[in-house]
């Protein structure tokens, strides 16, 4: 789907919202219903459906119910916990505001809100009133199951049918139709599906956090717990504690290539707007995928000395989830090597020891990766860097630059996009003794169902390569489940910050 | 020689993160007919996110007119209009 559409718009208006109470809570703690800080958080829900407003959905009531229920997702709570839904949401963000300052963001990482859930009928072939009963019955001679009957008008044996599709490519009269359901049909590991009410659950035992199904779902009734009320609050106690003359704890942000790539500006002033919103320093990701990259290359040619069979990538989470839980065949093909997150979290931490380590990416498995790191304490995503942006009332265009250190060129920053991590690791493997010739490499451009099949392929040796590069989304990180601009544009501005780089 | 028509997007932070992005990729987007007459730009934020009465974000200008809440599809339906206004002056 179009990473700009009403759904998406409606996420970002409200993170904005979120943002912006949590930037104006007064200096003391506020208090349940102030109308300034947290208390206008309680206002959200009725100022984007007025009285009078058109509703999108049966009627404004809804919409507004809606709107509360993905605020709690955006305030960092999981829908399914919900015990008390009189609890307002001013409550909700105090309570965030109380686990901002224990330090705890846990898994899961996704949230359904049953109540926008549409319940899509599920995913079947449909033969619809256009049927005309037709002499040749092509979908009839067609069908390999022989599902079909015809009895003044075509209908599909459910027990027997395959759903292979074939009816309704042969139907002149375009009578049968495909129902889908987005999520289930995103999802790469069949690990969303309808309970006995038809609404939506992730099995979390399957689930890779890839995001697919939060992006595909029309109706947005998938949503990200959200940690950026977590980072708002350390923030704000960063702040207040320097205005009070206290060491404040410091925040450092680590922001990743297809981050940057979402603005058209360049580094130096994300650089310069990323310390405008209060964090002490920042690293730039790609630095660290400058160390992945080395250390994949030094690991690859020792394997191919050793002669152990093709290397995967590591630095996609979704990815190396997936072989964890689904592909186990393959674990001893994937790359020992940390990701770019990881090394350039150390970097951060190796100059700013007492720092949060707030990783700034377009993804929603690295949550889970970072949960896991030990090293990142929070994960903001591009939209939400977006929203506090706009709540700050920060102009990228007009604040004045600032260089990024010297720590990243033309191989990291090339990462976020398909084919970047393999090309970076070649680049660093040429330079390596004795590997001038190179490898041979791979990439599979996308974990939906061709590209778990291609992978299946490699698990089983029925494909081969040296290096095999997996990203989990197709055009990797620039596309991914949490960004603010299409992936055409996104490449255009990564490869302009490519051409600046040494 | 048809008049040019001047599409401004609002390159503000707040328009730029509400969809004004795809705004600017409007050129590509163009039915064949009006491609090649109209100039897409992008400028620092227009201030209309300001002014409560503006309406919703993104913005963009065609010809100087306001258009809020803008998509592309709306963005180009004010491109013709605008030049089925120019064309019909242009023969009076």
Redesign the interface.
Known sequence: M?A?NDA??LR??LL?EVARAFMRDPEESSTEGSAKGLGEIDRVPFKLFPRAQKSVRCCIYRDRAIVRYRLLAQLGFAIEDEVDESTSLSAYAQRAKERAASGTASGPYLTVIDEACNSCLRARYMVTNLCQACLARPCMRNCPKQAIAIEHKASIDEEKCVNCGLCMQACPYHAIVKLSVPCEEACPVDAIAKDESGKEHIDYAKCVHCGKCMVECPFGAIMEKSQMADVLSNLAAARKAGRKGRAPKPLVAIYAPAVAAQ??EGLPKIEASLRALGFTDAYEVAAGAEITAQKEAEELSMRLENGSGLMTTSCCPAYYETVRKHLPALASQVSSTHSPMYYAAELAKADHPDALIVFIGPCVAKKKEARESGLVDYVLNA?EL??M??AAG?????IQGMAPKPLAGKDGRGFPSSGGVAAAVRSKLTSLPGCEYGCASECVNGLDKKGMARLKLFAAGKLKTDLLEVMACEGGCIAGPAV???P??ALAQLDNIIKNSD | MDKRIRVTVCCGTACYVLGGSDLLDLGEKLPADLRGRVDVDGEPCLGLCKDSKAGARPFAKVDGVVLAGATVSSLIDAVRSRAEALDRGALA
């Open positions: 179009n700009n998406s718009r970002r208006e904005e603005f058209s939209e977006g929203a942006l706009v920060i102009e990228l265009i007009s603010l601009v299409n055409k544009r």
